[in-house]
T-cell receptor, first 116, second 113 residues
């Protein structure tokens, strides 16, 4: 596609429910990233995929958070038993290959999650 | 781990003036430093980046300088325009198997007409 696509764009969920956020990276991009941005804050790294494997998942805040990537393309971020502090914008990004091979990271528009 | 500090948190300038945003990083192994611009409700977009093998890079009205010894890098915007108003984020990354960008907390730039 033309850019990184995320869905849903907005999600309101009740505390304790599970949510799934989807990311469709730019076609051909092997690297995929999830970041979280709380209101008025910077971007917090969650997880990095190279292909279908996740060499760096150090940013996942708790075991309620998980992510997978299948077919080297679409990724899903799952938050179980959501809490109010999970409310944030979840940004997905992709790059053609590793940033340190000279590639640029492109962000999606984000999924705005509100836990009530 | 890496820590990136960004200053100022807000910056207001008159149209036509220059704007400078500064970032410092803690991990001397970091070697990639991008700057992103984020307009309200929009995605962050890369505006310029620099790698550790150069000290300065320029693209029209935007330039970035890097001082590896002091572990700081700066964004310079000249001849500012109202459309430059946005939040700007700096970031640092060190590779070596970790591709993550560590971001500063952002600078809200307002350019007054």
């Amino acid at each position: 596609g033309a850019g990184v696509s995320q869905s849903p764009s907005n999600k309101v969920t009740e505390k304790g429910k599970d949510v799934e956020l989807r990311c469709d990276p730019i076609s051909g991009h092997t690297a995929l990233y999830w970041y979280r941005q709380s209101l008025g804050q910077g971007l917090e790294f969650l997880i990095y995929f190279q292909g279908n494997s996740a060499p760096d998942k150090s940013g996942l805040p708790s075991d309620r958070f998980s992510a997978e990537r299948t077919g080297g393309s679409v990724s899903t971020l799952t938050i179980q038993r959501t809490q109010q502090e999970d409310s944030a914008v979840y940004l997905c990004a992709s790059s053609y290959n590793r940033v340190h091979s000279g590639n640029t990271i492109y962000f999606g528009e984000g999924s705005w999650l509100t836990v009530v | 781990g890496e820590n990136v500090e960004q200053h100022p948190s807000t910056l207001s300038v008159q149209e036509g003036d220059s704007a400078v945003i500064k970032c410092t990083y803690s991990d001397s192994a970091s070697n990639y430093f991008p700057w992103y611009k984020q307009e309200l409700g929009k995605r962050p977009q890369l505006i310029i980046d620099i790698r550790s093998n150069v000290g300065e890079k320029k693209d029209q009205r935007i330039a970035v300088t890097l001082n590896k010894t002091a572990k700081h890098f700066s964004l310079h915007i000249t001849e500012t325009q109202p459309e430059d108003s946005a939040v700007y984020f700096c970031a640092a990354s060190k590779g070596g198997g970790s591709e993550k960008l560590v971001f500063g907390k952002g600078t809200k730039l307002t350019v007054n007409p």
